[in-house]
T-cell receptor, first 119, second 116 residues
Framework: DAKTTQPPSMDCAEGRAANLPCNHS???????VYWYRQIHSQGPQYIIH???NNETNEMASLIITEDRKSSTLILPHATLRDTAVYYC????????????????????FGQGTILTVHP | DGGITQSPKYLFRKEGQNVTLSCEQN?????MYWYRQDPGQGLRLIYY???????QKGDIAEGYSVSREKKESFPLTVTSAQKNPTAFYLC???????????????FGNGTRLTVT
């Protein structure tokens, strides 16, 4: 898996957009960028993923640079409940077992960014 | 509601005892995973399974064992051979198959194991 680099912590005011950066300069062509978040003492929650195009869902937007070496997760209107650790992960292309090979859906988590949303 | 259930939420054991952590999913997912998380750290993969009766070692499998007798269940045993067993343990599952090469992992809410 390509390694990712994220700032250790960020602050954001409630109601404003939170922009969380991630560098993944060694990403290969078939690796997707995934974002998860983890609220204290809970399991990580999937947010969004993308390959090269920008993506948006009900939770967030994902902007991937043209060279794919970095990305930004955008929470458009942060709330206090968005306070969490945010993980940017680059994931190996997964091959089903019956297709041969031993690749698997492994996620390699770094230390993430602690986002604190304040009133 | 479909999801992953880990039990118990908190578990205390004495050093030298084996302990088994439960993970059950009703999502009909083929693949299941066990991760360990230490304070202030990311997640590290212990074991994973793509199909019933088969499983593979992850990055830190020493001192752990698993079984996958049913699709829904993937219990993890922390043995006395695990040198630092106190940690937060997370189970996850995902779809397998050609149409889901990049399906996200779904996580349970974890079991916090304390060994003294």
């Amino acid at each position: 898996d390509a390694k990712t680099t994220q700032p250790p912590s960020m602050d954001c005011a409630e109601g404003r957009a939170a922009n969380l950066p991630c560098n993944h300069s060694t990403i290969s062509g078939n690796e997707y960028v995934y974002w998860y978040r983890q609220i204290h003492s809970q399991g990580p929650q999937y947010i969004i993923h993308g390959l090269k195009n920008n993506e948006t869902n009900e939770m967030a937007s994902l902007i991937i640079t043209e060279d794919r070496k970095s990305s930004t997760l955008i929470l458009p209107h942060a709330t206090l409940r968005d306070t969490a650790v945010y993980y940017c992960i680059v994931r190996l292309l997964f091959k089903p077992a019956n297709a041969g090979g031993t690749s698997y859906g492994k996620l390699t988590f770094g230390q993430g960014t602690i986002l604190t949303v304040h009133p | 509601d479909g999801g992953i259930t880990q039990s118990p939420k908190y578990l205390f054991r004495k050093e030298g005892q084996n302990v088994t952590l439960s993970c059950e999913q009703n999502l009909n997912h083929d693949a299941m995973y066990w991760y360990r998380q230490d304070p202030g750290q990311g997640l590290r993969l212990i074991y994973y399974s793509q199909i019933v009766n088969d499983f593979q070692k992850g990055d830190i499998a020493e001192g752990y064992s698993v079984s996958r007798e049913k699709k829904e269940s993937f219990p993890l045993t922390v043995t006395s051979a695990q040198k630092n067993p106190t940690a937060f343990y997370l189970c996850a599952s995902s779809i397998l198959g050609e149409s889901s090469y990049n399906s996200p992992l779904h996580f349970g809410n974890g079991t916090r194991l304390t060994v003294t």
